[in-house]
Each structure stands twice: as structure tokens, then as C-alpha cells.
């Protein structure tokens, strides 16, 4: 199956990109297809989207356009994975607890980064992503 969701992030975030990593290993599909925040691409894909709200979260683009950020991507990027179903339908009952909890994480990305050390800085989700294309 091809990639027919798109996932922007921060690519200057280490958290960001070994989160997106560990997404991505779960994709056994292909069906997320990451892109920096920064590319033009992210620009087109996010009209009328002022920088500091673009770069403020991450954002799914669904296969019509439609785009979810923050909190509201969670549950429909978990039903995308494997076994990801239950879990997205329980991020969708309780979408108060959802943005919340996406809130508290990328408030402290920088912190989270930085207890990972490495392991964050060394991931280039990208390069997975082009692996399932070979």
C-alpha cells in the first residue's frame, strides 16, 4: 500500500524525529509519509497556517486534504498502525485527555530530547521512510 497520510514535523527536534522514527517502524503498511515542517511541501500542504501554529505541533494530512494537529492527529494516526485501532478509538473518546497529554509533551520536547541524548539526534526518519520505497 503507499503512502496516503502525511505526517509534518520538526526536523530540527531530536524528540521529534525519534518519535516519528518509532512511528514509522510501526508502519508496516507504508502508509505515513513523513515531511519536514520546513519543506515547501509543508507550506502548500498547510495553507494560511501562521509559523509559529505550523511549527508549534506536528500535523497528519489525510488522504482528502484534511488536516489534524496536535491531539486531533493521535487517534486517526493510531488507527493507521497495527493494533493501533483500539488505541485510537480510546484517544477519540476522550479528546480533552488527548490534546492535553500532546500538550504536555511538546511543551517539554527540548527536555525529552535531551534525556535521550544521541539516540534522538542520530534518527532520520526520512531514511526509514525511503527504505520501504526500495
Known amino acids: ?8 514535523y520538526d526536523a530540527d527536534c531530536g524528540f521529534c524525529r525519534w518519535s516519528l522514527d518509532k512511528i514509522l517502524a510501526r508502519d508496516r503498511d507504508g502508509r505515513i509519509r513523513p ?3 520546513h519543506s515547501l511541501e509543508a507550506d502548500a500542504l498547510l495553507p494560511g497556517m501562521d509559523d509559529q501554529t505550523k511549527m508549534a505541533s506536528w500535523h497528519l494530512v ?3 486534504g484534511t488536516v489534524r494537529s496536535a491531539g486531533d492527529a493521535v487517534a486517526p494516526l493510531l488507527r493507521l498502525l497495527p493494533r493501533g485501532t483500539s ?3 480510546m484517544a477519540s473518546k476522550v479528546p480533552f485527555l488527548t490534546r492535553a497529554t ?3 509533551i511538546a511543551r517539554n520536547r527540548e527536555k525529552f530530547g535531551r534525556a535521550l541524548g544521541t539516540k534522538a539526534c ?9 527504505s520501504k520505497l526500495s
Open 1 to 8: 500500500m503507499a503512502a496516503d497520510h502525511i505526517l509534518l
Open 102 to 104: 500532546y500538550r504536555v
Open 62 to 64: 489525510l488522504p482528502d
Open 87 to 89: 488505541l485510537g478509538i
Open 35 to 37: 515531511m519536514p515542517l
Open 122 to 130: 542520530a534518527v532520520d526518519p526520512a531514511a526509514r521512510s525511503d
